[in-house]
């Protein structure tokens, strides 16, 4: 790693903290923006009711003291402040309650995924235009314009209601099934494109013509020397694949009732419980630009013919 | 008897042409303008053009049959003025009817089959699925025209001063990139669900939900636009042939009109077209989290999310507005692909 490396990366964290930043001040302004305050329902509290649970949660001050209340408590303590519709629970436990369930669903869905999409892309690149590649990419298509929530309800009829394979239910034995299969079909769909086309890049490339000439056998040839130039770019997807599982695991959360971060944060906006959507709004998306990050310097690393700007 | 290895001169070879075989030389070809080109090939590419006519006919029909159907996609069948409500007319399967129809059909009368039946609340399903695409198609059109109009004036601008500006704005569209779009979208169509207030306006009638998606999508998408333009722009700029226009004695008219916008304008109208099905994707997202358009309004999306509840009594009503979400995607991705490469020769192999 020489200067220009190291200028490049840290360059990239700054962005990413400036990024963070941005998400938690947009946030917050944005959910302060919303008018009627949060303690707005069927019915009007009376006003010292009203006035002593402004102050309990520091509603009383002005939005810019807040402000800088929030992120102070942010970064100094990780903490979120309360909840304001679950009593006494803090915006921290719910996202760690959930945190557990939601990342054993995730991980799952991008292994197998990454998996499944090589090996599928792989095959299908060997056997161009063959039956077998026709077959997969026909597949691929149809799954990557397929909402996941579409996904998730047809595999939830097909499985669950007609044949009885999995539980509907995500908190039940099995029952994480279904929903990693949902999360995981799209990104298993568009890596399988993206090892194909980059598989027959590489195949058709000079080193390889030599690698055939000079006797090497078939099997090889891929894994020894094809594998890994063309999984390359699959690893740039690593970070837009994390973001398409974090947010498609908001739906699917909610079709198959998984008690995770994905369904907190979708019953906290019917509920309209705004630090709880600050939170996992400010948490997903740092997940999401941490993950981004890391493949930017991951890709920069691995392929030193790729030029720092 | 012609000898192979001679280095004698065939003097056959040097006998003038004649008239005929002159005529045969000559490439008469009809001239063929870029736009025409494109066409051929984009009609020759039998997937993009069979997309394009499902695209065609899904649009005519969404706008076309709500006309003369005779049914509304928000009127209650069994809810008549002054009567008590008829719930023979709610849940209907398809070719169903409701008690009074099937008295004037025993009557006499032809009523009009609901073809897929009725919904919970007694609306002819059929006029809601072709309503629903109507709205879905709309959102995606006007979205990535909005997308289109905002990138390209940014982009332009930002390409054409270049120096500080461009910096500026480039660090700007940087921060905007990196910020994760479903996440903010989400929570900016949560808010402007509820701060947005359009009464008294002509937008009343569109809904507020669907004009905060339209907000959400001019604050958000429209960087990845900027930056095609941008690059385009930049790039175009240093041609090599825009430098021999030039030193043949083209004036900056005749460059734009015949440089810069043929080889500009397809990158941008093909990444537009592209933008409507992931419009289409993010409403259909959204209205299933209940972000989406303002009942009655049906789209795509909100009636595969009501349908949901029913899920196990009644698939068909999630598998009709999955099947049309997934057609209008899947065909208008292909097209979008068929276009790339017909109208973008650089792309070409």
Redesign the interface.
């Given at each position: 790693m020489n200067t220009k490396t190291l200028w490049y990366i840290v360059k990239r964290i700054l962005?990413?903290i400036?990024?963070i930043w941005?998400?938690i001040t947009?946030?917050f302004f944005?959910?302060h923006?919303?008018?009627?305050g949060p303690f707005v329902g069927e019915k009007e509290p009376p006003k010292a009711i009203k006035q002593a649970m402004e102050a309990k949660y520091g509603l009383d001050k002005s939005p810019g003291e807040q402000y800088v209340e929030y992120l102070k408590g942010i970064v100094t303590e990780f903490d979120f402040g309360p909840s304001l519709k679950k009593k006494g629970r803090s915006v921290n436990d719910i996202i760690s309650d959930g945190m557990e369930t939601s990342l054993k669903l995730g991980l799952m869905a991008a292994g197998i995924a990454t998996l499944l999409g090589i090996v599928f892309g792989a095959v299908a690149a060997l056997r161009r235009n063959k039956f077998i590649d026709r077959f997969i990419m026909v597949f691929t298509?149809?799954f990557?314009?397929?909402?996941s929530?579409?996904m998730g309800?047809?595999l939830?009829?097909i499985f669950s209601?007609s044949l009885g394979w999995f539980p509907a239910n995500g908190t039940k034995a099995g029952g994480l099934v279904l929903p990693v299969i949902t999360l995981a079909l799209y990104p298993m769909a568009y890596i399988t494109r993206l090892t194909r086309s980059s598989m027959l890049d590489v195949l058709g490339q000079d080193y390889i013509r030599t690698a055939k000439a000079k006797g090497v056998s078939g099997p090889r040839i891929i894994f020894g020397h094809a594998m890994k130039n063309s999984l390359i770019p699959v690893l740039t997807y690593v970070g837009p694949m994390l973001?398409y599982i974090?947010?498609g695991s908001?739906?699917v959360e909610?079709?198959f009732n998984v008690p995770g971060i994905g369904r907190a944060f979708?019953n906290s906006?019917?509920s309209?419980d705004y630090p709880l959507?600050m939170g996992t709004?400010i948490i997903?998306?740092a997940l999401?630009?941490v993950m981004?990050l890391i493949t930017d310097i991951l890709y920069k690393v691995v392929d030193p013919r790729i030029q720092f700007e | 008897m012609k000898k192979k290895f001679t280095f004698h001169v065939d003097l056959d070879s040097f006998i003038p042409a004649t008239d005929e075989e002159k005529e045969y030389l000559v490439q008469m070809r009809p001239s063929s303008t870029f736009f025409k080109d494109g066409i051929r090939r984009l009609y020759k590419n039998k997937v993009a053009f069979v997309s394009f006519i499902i695209i065609v006919l899904i649009t005519v029909s969404s706008i076309v049959i709500p006309f003369f159907w005779p049914y509304s996609y928000d009127q209650q069948l069994g809810v008549q003025p002054g009567k008590p409500v008829d719930s023979s007319y709610k849940n209907l399967s398809p070719f169903e009817y409701g008690e009074t129809e099937q008295q004037r059909i025993d009557d006499g009368e032809s009523v009009f089959p609901h073809i897929f039946g009725t919904d919970k609340s007694g609306r002819d399903y059929f006029i809601r699925v072709i309503y629903g695409t109507r709205v879905s198609l709309a959102v995606g059109f006007f979205a990535s025209i909005i997308v289109l109009v905002i990138g390209m004036l940014i982009g332009s601008v930002s390409g054409y001063f270049g120096g500080k500006v461009d910096m500026i704005i480039m660090r700007f569209v940087d921060v905007i990139y990196s910020l994760p779009d479903m996440l903010m979208v989400i929570l900016l169509s949560a808010v402007l669900k509820q701060s947005l207030d359009l009464s008294g306006t002509f937008l009343e009638s569109v809904g507020s939900n669907i004009i905060s998606l339209f907000i959400v999508f001019a604050l958000l998408y429209w960087v990845g636009m900027a930056r095609l333009v941008r690059g385009q722009i930049l790039s175009l700029r240093e041609q090599e042939y825009v430098l021999s226009a030039k030193a043949t004695g083209a004036k900056g008219r005749w460059i734009i009109k015949k440089h810069l916008i043929p080889n500009c304008i397809s990158v941008i109208i093909i990444s537009a077209a592209l933008q409507i099905p992931s419009a289409i994707f993010t409403e259909s997202y959204l209205s299933f989290l209940g972000l989406g358009v303002d009942a009655p309004m049906p789209s795509l999306g909100s009636l595969a999310s009501d349908a949901l509840n029913g899920i196990s009594t009644y698939p068909y009503r999630l598998i009709i507005p999955a099947i049309m979400i997934s057609l209008i995607v899947l065909s208008l991705n292909l097209f979008g692909d068929g276009l790339r490469d017909a109208f973008d020769p650089k792309l070409n192999d």
């Open positions: 962005l990413a400036f990024t941005i998400v947009i946030t944005v959910m923006a919303v008018p009627g298509t149809a990557v314009s397929m909402p929530f579409i309800t047809l939830l009829l209601q973001a974090v947010t908001l739906v909610k079709i979708v906006i019917t309209r959507i709004t997903l998306a999401i630009v981004n | -």
